[in-house]
T-cell receptor, first 112, second 111 residues
Framework: QQQVKQSPQSLIVQKGGISIINCAYE??????FPWYQQFPGKGPALLIA?????SEKKEGRFTISFNKSAKQFSLHIMDSQPGDSATYFC???????????FGTGTRLKVLA | DAMVIQNPRYQVTQFGKPVTLSCSQT?????MYWYQQKSSQAPKLLFH???????NEADTPDNFQSRRPNTSFCFLDIRSPGLGDAAMYLC??????????FGPGTRLTVL
């Protein structure tokens, strides 16, 4: 119930392509879904986040798609660049609680 | 710029030798968290402070302690580091239980 399942574990994309990372959850009490980007040796940085009252949120090349009925959300990176090569974590939170439930992470490599 | 700062960035200690990691923040957030992250894994929450109230996760070993002397600073003490404690330690902050902002982390090596 408390898990967030993230896929794929790793992803290789050509420069200019679209990177898609998926997450699925069971707990319908989750109402905040952030994505974090982490470079090697650095802390996770908030990339983009969504609440379930919208189905899509876009910030630059990064888009979250949210499907409330399917309990799934995904990160799309358009025009992927080598500088996007990092590990991406999805997470879920219930408002008023403190504990992020993290996905297992996706290691993205964008080939030049 | 408002931020979360961790010192040192790299720490080497010997097996069993106590070590203290520090975190400071200029975001004026009232909640501070400590996470442990091992290679290729998601961050694992150790404990958090909501204002001055300390909250320990049930599975956090007794070997790990924390102090928060004021709003801006938080410390992680590892009383007797073992080889299994080698990891990245991440500090994060939030305003109440909203978005968490992470520091750059401290990489701990145990010899």
């Amino acid at each position: 119930q408390q898990q967030v399942k993230q896929s794929p574990q790793s992803l290789i994309v050509q420069k200019g392509g679209i990177s898609i990372i998926n997450c699925a959850y069971e707990n319908t009490a989750f109402d905040y879904f952030p994505w974090y980007q982490q470079f090697p040796g650095k802390g996770p940085a908030l990339l983009i986040a969504i609440r379930p009252d919208v189905s899509e949120k876009k910030e630059g090349r990064f888009t979250i798609s949210f499907n409330k009925s399917a309990k799934q959300f995904s990160l799309h990176i358009m025009d992927s660049q080598p500088g996007d090569s990092a590990t991406y974590f999805c997470a879920a939170l219930t408002s008023g609680t403190y504990k992020y439930i993290f996905g297992t992470g996706t290691r993205l490599k964008v080939l030049a | 710029d408002a931020m979360v700062i961790q010192n040192p960035r790299y720490q080497v200690t010997q097996f069993g030798k106590p070590v203290t990691l520090s975190c400071s923040q200029t975001l004026n957030h009232n909640v501070m968290y400590w996470y442990q992250q091992k290679s290729s894994q998601a961050p694992k929450l150790l404990f958090h402070y909501y204002d001055k109230d300390f909250n320990n996760e049930a599975d956090t070993p007794d070997n790990f302690q924390s102090r928060r002397p004021n709003t801006s600073f938080c410390f992680l003490d590892i009383r007797s580091p073992g080889l299994g404690d080698a990891a990245m330690y991440l500090c994060a902050t939030s305003r109440d239980f909203n978005t968490q902002y992470f520091g750059p982390g401290t990489r701990l090596t145990v010899l």
